[in-house]
């Protein structure tokens, strides 16, 4: 029950930049906006397809006449061979994930606070800053990936932006994503030459207050790497939970590419 908990959570934060289509076999998620957006353009699929090949044609067709490249983000990766063959048949490029779930233990540690440091929430008078730290993270894909998405969910009622100042430089942003009772950590980012100096401790541990204090029940991280898995764990936030996905595409780079360039 744990994963199709996670991924309802994932499907409502994913619906708040794209467009959700369901299908006999799980979902497609477009936005024409967003062409170059894995997250908002791509086919979901958790269960095992009856007929693979189907499957892998309509997704295909429906990407192509948007001119958006077709891709796959794929669950329970050990069911899905028939899918995985056939994709591969079709020349789809194909990588896998293993996809680490932390929930925080709703404790706060105690850390030093920097006197110079300032946390406020993001606005209109300094989003453009918050913007320029999440474009310029290589690992998010860069400004054409990020740029719009991020502008949706800054005005998305469900999202709250903050951002760290060191010595008044705008340095460090991360957002709550609420849904219900629970809520997630995303966008956290930090400015490559302020890495090192634990600021991200300090935003963490000021949203766990502002979660606390509106009363979520569960507040959940996805880490994109086992070193910044590391970096949570140190602030409460407990491994739960490891998801194998794969990702199936037949253009364009991969998102480890992406991540590692």
């Known amino acids: 029950m744990l994963v199709e908990d996670i991924l309802k959570l994932d499907f409502a934060f994913i619906e708040t930049f794209t467009n959700r289509i369901d299908t006999t076999w799980g979902a497609i998620f477009c936005n024409e906006n967003q062409p170059v957006h894995y997250d ?64 925080w233990n709703n404790r706060i540690i105690e850390i030093e606070q920097n006197p110079n440091t300032v946390i406020e929430k993001v606005t209109e008078e300094n989003v453009q800053e918050a913007l320029e730290i999440e474009c310029s993270i290589k690992e998010f894909g860069g400004k054409n990936a990020v740029e719009k998405v991020f502008l949706e969910q800054f005005h998305h009622p469900a999202f709250t932006h903050y951002l760290l100042r060191y010595n008044n430089k705008a340095c460090s942003t991360a957002c709550i994503f609420e849904h219900g009772n629970q809520s997630r950590m995303e966008s956290v980012a930090t400015l490559e030459e302020y890495r090192g100096k634990r600021l991200i401790g300090e935003l963490i541990q000021f949203i766990q207050n502002e979660v606390k204090n509106r009363g979520i029940e569960q507040f959940w991280v996805f880490p994109i790497n086992e070193s910044v898995e590391k970096v949570y764990q140190r602030y409460g936030f407990q491994t739960i939970t490891t998801l194998k996905t794969g990702h199936a595409y037949i253009g364009g780079k991969g998102i480890k590419e992406i991540q590692t360039r």
């Open 40 to 103: 908002s353009n791509h086919a979901h699929i958790s269960e095992p397809a009856v007929d693979p090949r189907l499957v892998i044609d309509e997704v295909i067709n429906y990407y192509k006449a948007k001119n958006i490249i077709p891709r796959f983000y794929i669950y329970h990766v050990e069911q899905q061979q028939h899918l995985l063959s056939e994709l591969k048949n079709k020349g789809f490029n194909y990588e896998e994930f293993l996809n680490s779930v932390q929930l």
